[in-house]
Each structure stands twice: as C-alpha cells, then as structure tokens.
C-alpha cells in the first residue's frame, strides 16, 4: 500500500514521501498545480503477489475516473468560480456581455481574445454571415434522413459530411501541420474554417429543422443578425420582406452568447481530444456535438421540459421531489460539476425568459418550474449536496415559449457553442510547444496473462449475464416469417 505525506513548502513544491520505499520526491507546484508526469518517477520494487500490470517498478500513476480534479490544458479563455457562481470570457463577466455585448462579439472575444473595433467585427461579421451557404448537393444528405430522426443526429453527420467539401482543410491530405504552423498562411487557412463553421452552424441547424418539417430549404438571407439569419432560414416560408420579431431574435442572442463557452465540458473535452489527433476541425465539432447530445450535457434542457410535462401540475412537485431523493428520478436542470452555487447563466436566461414571456403569452409548465425551483432551493437534500438551478432549467421553457420542438433544443445549445469549441481549438493549435496526441492511461485489472485454449476444449466462463451477449429481440421479423419453412432451416415451433 502506498502512503504519501503531502506537505505544500514555501518554495512552491510539495514534498512527497514514499512510505514503500522512504524516498521523498520534491513536486515544483507552478499555477497552483503539479505535474502529473512527476509522479511517472515514484517508483518502488514489486512485492510478491503484486500484479505485473500494476506497473509498480514503472512509476506511480494519477487515477481521476470523470477528470475531478485534472487540468488537461492552460487557456486563457474562459474563467469560472463555481464557488461564487463566476463566469468570464476572455475576463469580462457573463453578466455584462450579456447587457452589452451580441453572440457574434462574444465568438470574436472567445476566439481571438479581445473585443472587436467596429472595423474588425465588420470585417469578422461579413466573413461568417458570407460563409453560411451549403453547397447544393449537401440537400442530398439531410434528405436521406428519416421524417423522425433528432436534428442532433443530423447536425452531427452534417458537421462531419462538411469536412469532405474541404480537402484543402483536412491535415491529412494537406499536410500534418496545416494548424499548427503559426505562420500567415496557416493562420489564414484555419480563420477560413472558423469563419465557415460558424456560418454554417446557422444553416445547417435550419436544415435540420426544415427537412422535418417537409420545408424546402431556403437561401441564408443577406442583411439580418446571425440569430435574425438563422430564424429566417428555419420560418420563411416565402412571403416578402420577411423580419422577425425583434424581441425574439436578441432573446434567441442572449441565449446564444451565454451558451457560447463553458470552458471544459464534456463537448469541448471531446472537440480537444479528437482535435488533439490534429484531424479537420469539421470532424472535431462533430464529435464535439455527439458529446454534447448526451442528457447529461446539452440534452439537459429537453430533459426539463419532459421532467416538467411528467410532473404534471405545481401540486405534484413535493411527491416528485421525494421520488429524486429516493434516487428513484433526477431533477434535471440542476446540479452542475462545476457550481457549488446558482448557474450565473440562470439568472440570464430567468429574466430574458420573462421577456419572452411577454410577448408569447407564459408557459402554462412555468407554475410548476417555479414551484419546483422554489421547494428544491429550501429542501436539505439539495441545499446539503450544493446543488442549485443550471442555464438549462430555464432556457427550454423560452425555447417551448418561442414554438421550437422539443428535440430541437440541444441545437440551439451546440449551435452556439461552436464557438467556444473553435476558440479552445484554435488555442490548442497554435500553443507553445506544438500539439500532443491525448493519450489517457487507465489501470488495467483484467485477467493476467493466460494461455489460448482451442474452441473444443472450452466451458463457458461467464459468471453473470453480464458477461456474454444478450438475447435480443428482432422487432421487423413477423409471425409468418419465422412460421416460413426455407432450404437449411426447419419450420419454427411457436
Ligand atoms: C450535472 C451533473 C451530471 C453533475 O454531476 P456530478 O458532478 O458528477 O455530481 P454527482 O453525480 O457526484 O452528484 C453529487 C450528489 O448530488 C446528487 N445529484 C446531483 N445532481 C442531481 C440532480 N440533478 N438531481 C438529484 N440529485 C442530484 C447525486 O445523486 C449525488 O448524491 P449522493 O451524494 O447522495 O450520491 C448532475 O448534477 C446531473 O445529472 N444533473 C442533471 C442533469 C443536468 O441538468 N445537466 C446539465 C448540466 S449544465
């Protein structure tokens, strides 16, 4: 057994003493962390018994299964105290971007570090809003899905298809280092990814909307903001002139611009480790979006609104929060890995919701939202284990409110979040030191070696149902088909 004295010194290292062998290593702490590659060093003999793969003579590793407590990256991009419910980007608190700032300035501020000059934004708006047009033949693509499938699924394909439009931007084909260079012309080249993925974040989604719809597509219109652009490409349906409702297209903004970065989440963690191949961006925003499809993540939001219409009525809420303290249901929308306190996010989107509201008439399920936050914000289990409202417990009622289906809402949060994806992937890209593949350990303990035994001499091993596959059900195979009698096979018995 391993037992380490940890002792933070004034020189900024931690002592740490190897009760196995007595050494004692000094770990330099710089930013208020210590490699984990110091800990490679610890080593001791392997005692009798001690497994071959437990790596003992090879040094000691860092097990953090769901990275608790592992930094992976220095960025400069976005800041949060979970503590004291904080959220910057690039410095600036949520809060007041969300007043004075748009989407599209925040994109610029994530992604390069600074808010634009009036010229610089004109410049990066005209490039995005110019790059939002899908080359015709990908109206193949999202018409071979089926009438029911979720738009996540569509946009994620549509990410991953569009990256074959664009050899020129896939390092394979175009050279290893085509991101990493650092030099004008590589800048420029992964600028002119950034500016298409962006733009045609908008389209895509639309498309995926309006396939299920049985809508035509339209052409990105010219002239409207980014969120203006992206209600007209998903509701025109042809008239003249077609302006959408002010009140709606800043909401719609505001929910974007506070979805635009949450700094490590799972969907950038996967943008970055899939990135860290150095694959085509296309491809990593589209891993990035899978991730984010998942109900603990962006499909949250969904999660809400289908936790809200089970509930049923305000009356309903304390019987349903005793069932999510039996561990029997989640309450969606709150809890967050990194907030110990409210979402700042939250307050946003609560008030912007009310703004909403105004103009669309309530939401007949925002009684029992506000009773459920409400006896949650009071009740021991929640307050005991720190968990308080996230962005998602409100923004699905605006997105309910403003007529979107609801499967529709995890794309109105990966839609956003391209940029903050692009922006750590852009920063991973050019940081010093060049790019390492993301390569994880794990502690391996399966079977030691064993010998391979011909299929004739073998029992079945498998100790639970666990451990072989399972009998499944063929749902498209009918009665008659397996009543049917056909060369080298019997009639079935029923
Ligand atoms: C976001 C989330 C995945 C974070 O998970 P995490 O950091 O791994 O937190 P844990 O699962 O360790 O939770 C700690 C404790 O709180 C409980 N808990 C966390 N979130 C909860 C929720 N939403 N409802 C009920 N209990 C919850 C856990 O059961 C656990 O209880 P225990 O100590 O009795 O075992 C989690 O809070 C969750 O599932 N929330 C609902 C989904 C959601 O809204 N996701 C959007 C995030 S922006």
Not at 200 to 209: D, E, F, L, P, Q
Not at 224 to 240: A, C, K, N, P, V
Request: proline share 5%.
């Amino acid at each position: 057994m391993v037992r380490a004295t940890l002792v933070k010194q004034r020189n900024e290292s931690l002592t740490v003493k190897d009760e196995r062998t007595g050494k004692v290593y000094s770990i330099p702490i710089t930013e208020n962390s210590i490699p984990a590659t110091a800990f490679k060093k610890i080593v001791a003999p392997r005692k009798g018994g001690e497994r071959e793969e437990d790596e003992t003579e090879r040094g000691l590793r860092v097990l953090d299964k769901g990275f608790l407590n592992t930094a992976v990256i220095r960025s400069e991009i976005t800041y949060i105290d979970g503590e004291a419910g904080v959220l910057r980007y690039r410095g600036y608190p949520i809060e007041q971007l969300a007043v004075n700032s748009s989407y599209l300035e925040c994109a610029y501020l994530l992604i390069y570090g600074s808010l634009p000059t009036r010229t610089q934004f004109r410049t990066f708006e005209n490039e995005v809003m110019h790059h939002s047009i899908m080359h015709h033949d990908s109206e193949e693509l999202y018409s071979s899905f089926r009438y029911d499938s979720h738009p996540m699924a569509i946009l994620t394909s549509a990410f991953a298809a569009l990256g074959s439009n664009h050899a020129d931007a896939n390092p394979s084909l175009a050279g290893q280092n085509l991101y990493t260079r650092g030099t004008p012309e590589s800048l420029a080249v992964m600028d002119k990814q950034i500016f298409r993925l962006l733009g045609k974040a908008t389209t895509m989604a639309a498309m995926a909307y309006r396939v299920r719809q049985g809508r035509a597509f339209v052409t990105p219109p010219v002239g409207l903001s980014y969120t203006g652009s992206f209600l007209y490409q998903m509701d025109h349906l042809g008239e003249e002139g077609y302006k959408p409702n002010p009140v709606l297209e800043r909401a719609l903004d505001v929910l974007f611009l506070v979805h635009a970065d949450h700094e490590l989440n799972a969907s950038c963690t996967t943008v970055l480790q899939t990135g860290s191949s150095l694959v085509d961006p296309y491809s990593a925003i589209a891993a990035g979006c899978a991730s984010l499809y998942g109900p603990l993540h962006g499909g949250a939001n969904e999660a809400v609104i289908r936790m809200l219409i089970s509930i049923g009525s305000p009356d309903n809420v304390p019987q349903f929060l005793e069932q999510v303290k039996r561990k029997e249901s989640v309450l969606s929308g709150f809890g967050h890995r990194v907030y110990r306190t409210s979402d700042p996010r939250s307050f946003i989107v609560r008030k912007t919701a009310d703004e909403v509201f105004a103009i669309t008439g309530k939401d007949p399920l925002l009684e029992t939202a506000m009773r459920l936050h409400d006896e949650a914000m009071k009740d021991d289990y929640f307050v005991s284990r720190k968990l308080a409202p996230n962005v998602d417990f409100w923004s699905g009622l605006i997105y309910r409110a403003m007529g979107f289906p609801l499967d529709f809402f995890p794309v109105l949060f990966a839609v956003p979040r391209v940029a903050g994806w692009l922006a750590h992937w852009r920063q991973m890209m050019l940081q010093e030191g060049g790019v390492k593949i993301w390569r994880p350990r794990q502690i391996y303990v399966g079977p030691e070696v064993r010998e391979f035994v011909p299929i004739e001499q073998r029992k079945d091993e498998s100790k639970s149902p666990r451990e072989k596959p399972t009998e499944v059900y063929h749902s498209g195979q009918s009665r008659r088909y397996w009543l049917a009698e056909y060369k080298g096979k019997e009639r079935a018995k029923l």
